[in-house]
C-alpha cells in the first residue's frame, strides 16, 4: 500500500490558515483590506479580547451577492483574476481568494451582506469551514462580518499567541499602517469598547498627524518625484525628529503597503551625517507603479513585492530623499565621512592633571552603580568676554582653568561652511564640528550636575501638552515611575495626550518639550541605569549649537577652552567625531615640503 495519500479538505484550509492568518491582527488585516477592495467610505471595527473572543467589522461597500455567499468561503474562489494577464497587473489588496477560506477555518464566522438598501440581505453562518445556514434579514447596502472563537480548533497556534497587550498592540499598529493610504475613508476602531481611533476623512499629512500624533506635524518634510514611469509621492522627517528603531518607516506602492528590500539603508544613506549614529528617520511614501513592472505574488502574505528593474527603483528612491534633504539643509553631505571617523591617538600631558584618576566617561554609568557620579576638580565659571575677533589668543578669551588633554587649541580662526571651526594648536591644525563639539561639552556638563545636585525637576508654570498616539502613550506610562527618578513627571491626560509637568533641572528653558520627546525616543529600549546618561544626551543634543548658526567668535573661543578640558573631546555623545587633525608634517607634505 502506498505511503502518499491526498488531504482532506478541512485539512488542506488549515494548513492554508496557517501561511495567511499568523494571529488575530491578520484576520482584521484581510478583513480590512477586503472592505477597502469593496469601495467602503466608512468602515467600523470592534475586538474582544485581542479578536480572540470576537471580531467585528462592518463596511457600507458594495456587498456581496446572495449566490456568490457560499463562494466566498471557498479556497482560490475570486473575483479579482480570472486568467494570467489579471495577475500581472492586479490593483486590489486581495485576489487569492484565501482570506476568508482561511479565516472560516479556524473559526466561527458570520456574515451580513447585502448589495442594496432596499433589496433583502443575507446572512450566512459557518464553524470551522462547515456551512451551517443561510436566511434572509433586513435590507443593507455593504458588509459586517463577526468572527468569534479564533483558533478554537488550532490550540497548538493559540498557545504561541503573545500576550493579549502584545497582541492589541499589533492590531493598532495593522490598523494604522493601512489607514495611511486611504485618507478619504473614514475608520473607526474600538477595543474592548475602549475607542482607539476615529479617522474622518482627511488630507494625507492630517490622517498621519491623527494617527501618530500632534508632535509630528512640524517635523514632516513634504517630496514628491516623477519620472521613469514611477510617481512618487509623501513626507519624511527633518533631521531633528528620529526614532530608535525602523518602526516609524512605512512604504506603499499603489496604495498596498509593503517591506521593499535595502529601503532602511537607502534612507540613512540619504541622511548621512545629519542623523546621530544609530538612530532612523520616519518615512510615509507612496509610490505609484504601473502593476506590470512589479511583482507582489512572491509572499502568502503578500508583505512583499519584486521590482523587474531593482536597480531603476533604488536611484529613483535616493533621488526622492535626497534632494529635499539637500535643499532644506544649510550644510552639505560628508561622501567622505568614514575616512574621517578614526579616533585621535592619546596626546602626551606633560603638565600633570587634577582629575588624571577620574574614570572615563566612556565608563561613567559602570561607576554610577557603585559611587555615583564623580566630582571634578575642574569646575566651569560663567564667562565674560571682550570681543575679540578670530585669531586671537584663546586664553585671553577666558578665565577657566587650563587643565587640557587631548586637544590644546592656541587660537582659531573663525567658521566655514557655517559648520566646522579651523583652530590651530601646536601639533597642528584642527578642524572642529561646532554641534559634535559643543554636544560633548554639555553631555558632560549635565553628568556633572546629576553628580552635584541628583535628580532634581522643576516645575513648569505652564504644563507642555505632548499629543501622541494612544499606543505611544500607553507605552511611555509604563515607565512613568522609572522617569520621575530622574525628575521628569508626566500627567496622562487620555486619548494618547500626556502633560509634561516637571522636568530636570538641567534641561534648557524653552527646550522642554522638545528634549523630553527625545528622551523617551531614545528610552525605548533602555532600562535603569542608562536613563541618567540618556537624558544627558538628550539635553547636550537639543541646546547645542547647530550646524548653520551663527556664532560669534568670543564664544567659538570658549567652546574650543571647555572641550580641551573635557574627558573624551575627540567625540560627540553617540560617538561621531568632534574633530580631525592636520599636523604641520601632514600639511608640509601636501605642498611637497618634505619627502
Known amino acids: 500500500m502506498g505511503v502518499i ?23 482584521i488585516k484581510e478583513l480590512l483590506e477586503n472592505s477597502l477592495d469593496a469601495g467602503s467610505s466608512e468602515i467600523a471595527m470592534e475586538t474582544t479580547s485581542a479578536g480572540i473572543e470576537e471580531i467585528v467589522i462592518s ?17 482560490h474562489a475570486t473575483s479579482k483574476i480570472h486568467d494570467l494577464q489579471d495577475l500581472e497587473s492586479i490593483l486590489t489588496f486581495g485576489f487569492r481568494g484565501e482570506a476568508l477560506s482561511s479565516i472560516a477555518a479556524i473559526s466561527e464566522m458570520e456574515i451580513v451582506s447585502g448589495t442594496s438598501e432596499v433589496a433583502p440581505a443575507w446572512k450566512f453562518t459557518c464553524k470551522a469551514g462547515k456551512i451551517l445556514g443561510k436566511e434572509e434579514v433586513a435590507p443593507r447596502k455593504g458588509t459586517r462580518i463577526t468572527v468569534r472563537n479564533l483558533f478554537f480548533n488550532a490550540p497548538v497556534r493559540r498557545k504561541f499567541l503573545k500576550s493579549e497587550r502584545a497582541e492589541e498592540k499589533k492590531i493598532r499598529d495593522r490598523i494604522a499602517t493601512i489607514s495611511l493610504s486611504y485618507e478619504d475613508s473614514r475608520i473607526r476602531y474600538r477595543q ?11 488630507s494625507k499629512k492630517e490622517r498621519i498627524i491623527s494617527v501618530f500624533g500632534e508632535s509630528i506635524r512640524e517635523h514632516l518634510l513634504e517630496v514628491f518625484l516623477e519620472k521613469r514611469g514611477i510617481k512618487a509621492y509623501g513626507f519624511i522627517s527633518d533631521p531633528d525628529f528620529y526614532k530608535s528603531n525602523r518602526s516609524g518607516q512605512f512604504l506603499f506602492v499603489n496604495n498596498r503597503n509593503v517591506e521593499i528590500k535595502y529601503t532602511s539603508q537607502l534612507l540613512k544613506k540619504a541622511y548621512d551625517e545629519l542623523l546621530p549614529a544609530n538612530v532612523h528617520p520616519w518615512c510615509f511614501l507612496f509610490f505609484e507603479i504601473d502593476p506590470s513592472f512589479i511583482d507582489v505574488n ?11 528593474d531593482e536597480q531603476s527603483f533604488t536611484a529613483f528612491f535616493l533621488e526622492l530623499v535626497y534632494n529635499k534633504l539637500r535643499s532644506s539643509t544649510p550644510v552639505t553631505f560628508l561622501e567622505m565621512k568614514h575616512r574621517l571617523s578614526a579616533p585621535l591617538k592619546k596626546q602626551i600631558n606633560t603638565k600633570p592633571s587634577a582629575t588624571a584618576e577620574t574614570p572615563p566617561l566612556q565608563k561613567e554609568f559602570a561607576s554610577v552603580l557603585q559611587n555615583g557620579l564623580y566630582e571634578t576638580s ?15 589668543q584663546i586664553e585671553a578669551l577666558t578665565d577657566a582653568p587650563k587643565i587640557h588633554r587631548e586637544f590644546i587649541p592656541k587660537r582659531h580662526y573663525g567658521v566655514i561652511f557655517e559648520t566646522f571651526i579651523l583652530a590651530e594648536a601646536d601639533d597642528g591644525l584642527y578642524i ?31 504644563p507642555i501638552r505632548m499629543d501622541l498616539s494612544i499606543q505611544e502613550a500607553e507605552e511611555i506610562l509604563e515607565r512613568r515611575r522609572e522617569y520621575e527618578s530622574i525628575g521628569l513627571y508626566l500627567d496622562d491626560l487620555g486619548e494618547g495626550t500626556l502633560l509634561i509637568r516637571e522636568v530636570p ?32 544626551k538628550s539635553i ?28 573624551n573631546p575627540s567625540r560627540c555623545p553617540h560617538g561621531r567625531p568632534t574633530l580631525i587633525k592636520l599636523t604641520r608634517y601632514d600639511l608640509e607634505r601636501m605642498f611637497h615640503r618634505v619627502p
Open 59 to 75: 463596511d457600507n461597500g458594495s456587498g456581496i451577492a446572495e449566490d456568490d455567499l457560499e463562494l466566498a468561503i471557498r479556497r
Open 505 to 536: 533641572v538641567f534641561v534648557d528653558p524653552g527646550k522642554e518639550k522638545e528634549t523630553t520627546l527625545d528622551f523617551l525616543e531614545r528610552t525605548k529600549k533602555s532600562h535603569e541605569p542608562e536613563l541618567y546618561d540618556l537624558m544627558a
Open 378 to 392: 575642574t569646575p566651569q565659571k560663567p564667562f565674560e568676554l571682550e570681543n575679540v575677533g578670530a585669531g586671537n
Open 192 to 202: 474592548n469598547d475602549r475607542e482607539i481611533f476615529q479617522l474622518s476623512e482627511e
Open 5 to 27: 495519500k491526498t488531504l482532506e479538505n478541512q485539512l488542506i484550509n488549515k494548513i492554508a490558515a496557517g501561511e495567511v492568518i499568523e494571529s488575530p491582527h491578520s484576520v
Open 540 to 567: 547636550a543634543c537639543r541646546s547645542a549649537i547647530k550646524k548653520g548658526d551663527l556664532v560669534s567668535d568670543h564664544i567659538l573661543g570658549e567652546v574650543l577652552n571647555r572641550l580641551s578640558l573635557c574627558e
Open 298 to 308: 512572491v509572499h502568502p502574505a503578500k508583505k512583499e513585492i519584486r521590482f523587474l
Open 432 to 462: 572642529i564640528d561646532q554641534h559634535t563639539a559643543h554636544e560633548r561639552i554639555r553631555y558632560e556638563e549635565v553628568l556633572r550636575e546629576y553628580q552635584r545636585k541628583g535628580s532634581l525637576s522643576q516645575p513648569l508654570l505652564t
